[in-house]
């Protein structure tokens, strides 16, 4: 029997694909509408086409937005909702709402510099990041937001990258959790993901639903022996990374190498103006960190820095950098080769049989690292045909998500009163199999929705 009462959920992003996280959540009659995350859509040129198309609903009409955290394909297209009529408030952690600042103005650049090529108008301006900024507040973990007269939520903590989020919604007594990215605990820096034991109905990410990754000690050899062989035979480690908390990790655990003469020192570059701009964000919230990563910046371990490592924020030394004799390590962004100065120094170095494209993240279908992952003998870099002679090599326990493993863990805490999962952030064989798993060996309701689904929560 139908409940009057029951809200609904619509699926508008990242269902059955990675990217372009948006979803819409109401009540039954429509006046109250909150929308959780806003994101970008990074499936090349489709994806590109799909962020310029008008939103399935009406942006004015929107109450609140919730921001899980800081990643484009979260938070990309919130400029263009405000642009086109949205002036509700938008709720996240302070980390959120301060790295959200940065991607969006470094986004917008990139946006503009793409419209003049081809002489169309940007997506959005810098007056529309402004004014999403002043619609924006800060809200600490477990203080509860009030949207309208049905809804309540809270903040938990994901555990993904600084201040990410699962937003748990309380409608008329039953909980409704949006998990937004889910981390890989134990992080080197983060906190781990908490525990949710009482969702009525959870709406969670399953990117590496099908297959788990190396063990976390794993991870760190493979690291070291990547570094190591690169280094004798004289070429050049490049490693794509996200600006946003893969940096920081890889900073991390560089440190620890150096520190403790586990590799040779060489040049290390980091090369990505908004990954320093992150890092710096990183360092003035401590608090977010976790009891040891805390316990050594405060016995005076400076653990994003090290001899020999350079920040190379102006375009200039970025190019000098081919200039300083091999070997050397660079990090650049942008983490799936999509754009940003990586694509500068894989242009260089992808020909040189002694150098290694280290992938170190998730590489979306359409993009140049998913070519590079599969094995592509030669790519187009900025209309130029590069032969791929470097080695590629895939650490995939670096991946900021958890695995197979960690997320049915995660199921299974709420198994007990969970009546649906629904299952986005992924792709198609990922989200199934995951799904079959959940109804297999837990006996969860698991649906992978269709983009543009709306379902009643009854």
Known sequence: MENPNNPRISFYGAVRTVTGSNFLLQNKSGTEKILIDCGFFQEGKSGERKNHDPFPYTPSSIQALFVTHAHIDHLGRIP???????????????????????MLLDSMRVLQKNAEQSKTEALYNEHDVLTAMGLWEAIPYHSEV????????????????????????????????????????????LRDTETI???????????????????????????????????????????????????????????????????PKVPVF?????????????????????KDTTHEIRTGDDI?????????????DSMAIKDVKNPKIIMAGSGMSNGGRIL???RNYLPDPKSTLLLVGYQAAGTLGRALEEGAKEVTIKGEKIP???RVVVIEGYSAHKDGDALFKFVE???????????????????????????????????VPEEGAQIELG
């Open 80 to 102: 263009k909702l405000v642009r086109d009529g949205f002036r509700g408030k938008i709720y996240s952690t302070a980390p959120t709402k301060e790295l959200g600042h940065v």
């Open 146 to 189: 009030v949207v309208g007269e049905e809804f309540r939520a809270v903040f938990k903590d994901a555990g993904h990258i600084l201040g990410s989020a699962m937003v748990e919604f309380t409608h008329q007594g039953k909980k409704i959790v949006f998990t937004g990215d889910l981390g890989n605990s134990p992080a080197p820096l």
């Open 197 to 263: 034991t009482d969702a009525d109905y959870l709406i969670m990410e399953a990117v590496y639903g099908d297959r788990n990754h190396e063990e976390k000690s794993e991870r760190k050899s493979k690291l070291e022996d990547v570094i190591e062989d690169t280094i004798s035979r004289g070429g050049v480690l490049m490693i794509p990374a996200f600006s946003v908390e893969r940096t920081q990790d890889l900073l991390f655990e560089l440190n620890e190498l150096v520190e403790h003469n586990r590799i």
């Open 270 to 290: 980091l090369d990505s103006p908004l990954a320093i701009k992150v890092t710096e964000i990183y360092k003035r919230n401590e608090e977010y960190f976790n």
């Open 304 to 316: 994003f820095n090290f001899p020999m490592l350079k920040f190379t924020p102006d375009s200039r």
């Open 344 to 346: 500068h120094h894989e």
């Open 388 to 390: 791929v002679r470097a």
């Open 413 to 447: 805490n709420t198994a007990d009163s969970v009546k649906k999962v629904f299952l986005v952030h992924g792709e198609p064989k990922s989200l199934l199999f995951f799904a079959q798993k959940l109804r297999d060996y837990l006996g969860v309701n698991a649906v």
